[in-house]
Nanobody, 121 residues
Framework: VQLQASGGGLVQAGDSLRLSCAAS????????MGWFRQAPGKEREFVAD????????TYGDSVKGRFTISRDNAKGTVSLQMNSLKPEDTAVYYC???????????????WGKGTLVTVSS
């Protein structure tokens, strides 16, 4: 499956932003999906993941309560709604996927190119 993330940009602290990831080349509804991010000079960080059906999701501690992951299996997309953005959310955000069964934070197999989110203070 091929993944393409979009929606990044430059926003101010407190703003909202919605990232989207479009999948192609596979049976999207079979894949658990996730979002990860990597800030300059830091290791890649888990942000959120969601089961193939959309019935289960898990969030990283740093985004819990602010970010929401969702998916539309009919459209083959997974989204990340980011609210109350902070400068420390600045990073390249990647979407990723793997076949189930769903285990929270389980390593992903398929990765897309990232989209840059910059949050100014």
């Amino acid at each position: 499956v091929q993944l393409q993330a979009s929606g990044g940009g430059l926003v101010q602290a407190g703003d909202s932003l919605r990232l989207s990831c479009a999948a192609s080349g596979g049976a999207f509804s079979r894949y658990d999906m996730g979002w990860f991010r990597q800030a300059p000079g830091k290791e890649r960080e888990f942000v959120a993941d969601i089961s193939s059906s959309g019935g289960q999701s898990t969030y990283g501690d740093s985004v819990k309560g602010r970010f929401t992951i969702s998916r539309d299996n009919a459209k083959g997309t997974v989204s990340l709604q980011m609210n109350s953005l902070k400068p420390e959310d600045t990073a390249v955000y990647y979407c990723a996927g793997r076949l189930g069964p769903y285990y929270p934070r389980f390593p992903m197999k398929y990765w897309g190119k990232g989209t840059l989110v910059t949050v100014s203070s």
